[in-house]
């Protein structure tokens, strides 16, 4: 029903505005519930994506955690692999061989590797045993004798200009002449089947002295050398010495001889006396 009323030459209906406002009214209401169930909505959805942002980070979080504990297990079963190989490679190098020198120890204790042993050098020096096959006389018995003394490189017969003679002493006689011209090398001892100077005396060896005629050289007063053969007494370290002069000589020495020495071997009464003949 509309009521209309004029009021000052205007009409007002006054059923129509009211409706209206009332229209006004509810549509404001219904505004105000729209804005507030999308307020609440909006909150809903940045509380959800709060929360969605928030458990995402929480398991990157959890999983870099897990990884951090993977790796740091990785490395420590890789330290004890590394330290159980150390282990056994100082339990190995000092249970194999002989027992380690000091330096070696002090570098084991520090985990180092101990030092290589020197490798070991080969040794040119003669044995003996070329020697002593070469110098080995076979007896009638079949026996075999070795000689202890063999030719040295520059041994030589003297020269015939030089007569140089051994004369044998007994009791002040002369009871044996040698020729030592003849050869080279004389042997003097008790074995009859080797020897060159037969000297029976018990006392004496059976291989007990030498005289050698060696090609020495030598330098004069003006710087020129000259060689000339001489004889050397050796004693072939014999059990009771040699005797130069009554002098006991060294044993495995060459010693010169010189005119008129005079030798003695062992504790016989014999004497040897060198003597060189003047030339003519």
């Given at each position: ?19 209206a406002a009332t229209e006004t009214r509810a549509a404001d209401a ?251």
């Amino acid at each position: 029903m509309k009521t209309t009323e004029a009021v000052g030459g205007i009409e007002i209906r006054i059923g129509e505005t009211t409706r209206a406002a009332t229209e006004t009214r509810a549509a404001d209401a219904t505004g105000e519930k729209k804005m507030m169930v999308l307020t609440e909505a909006i909150a809903a959805t940045s509380t959800a994506g709060t929360e969605e942002t928030g458990t995402a980070e929480d398991d990157r979080h959890s999983r870099d955690e897990d990884d951090d504990r993977r790796h740091r297990r990785r490395r420590d079963i890789d330290d004890d692999t590394n330290n159980g190989s150390e282990r056994k490679a100082i339990q190995s190098a000092k249970q194999s061989g002989p027992l380690p020198d000091q330096a070696a120890s002090f570098a084991m204790a520090e985990g180092g590797e101990p030092p290589k042993p020197p490798k070991e050098q080969p040794n040119w020096g003669t044995t003996g045993t070329l020697a002593a096959a070469s110098n080995a006389v076979a007896q009638a018995d079949g026996s075999v004798v070795t000689l202890k003394y063999h030719e040295p490189p520059e041994a030589r017969k003297p020269s015939p200009r030089d007569q140089w003679k051994l004369f044998v002493f007994k009791d002040g006689a002369i009871v044996d002449t040698i020729d030592l011209g003849t050869r080279s090398c004389w042997l003097a001892g008790r074995d009859e089947a080797v020897v060159d100077l037969l000297a029976a005396h018990p006392s004496i060896s059976k291989q007990h002295a030498v005289v050698q005629f060696r090609f020495v050289e030598k330098r004069n007063e003006f710087g020129d050398r000259i060689g000339h053969v001489k004889p050397y007494l050796l004693d072939l370290a014999s059990a009771n010495g040699t005797k130069l002069n009554y002098e006991e000589v060294a044993a495995q020495r060459y010693v010169e001889l010189q005119d008129k020495d005079m030798l003695q071997f062992g504790h016989s009464a014999r004497e040897y006396v060198v003597m060189l003949a003047p030339r003519t």
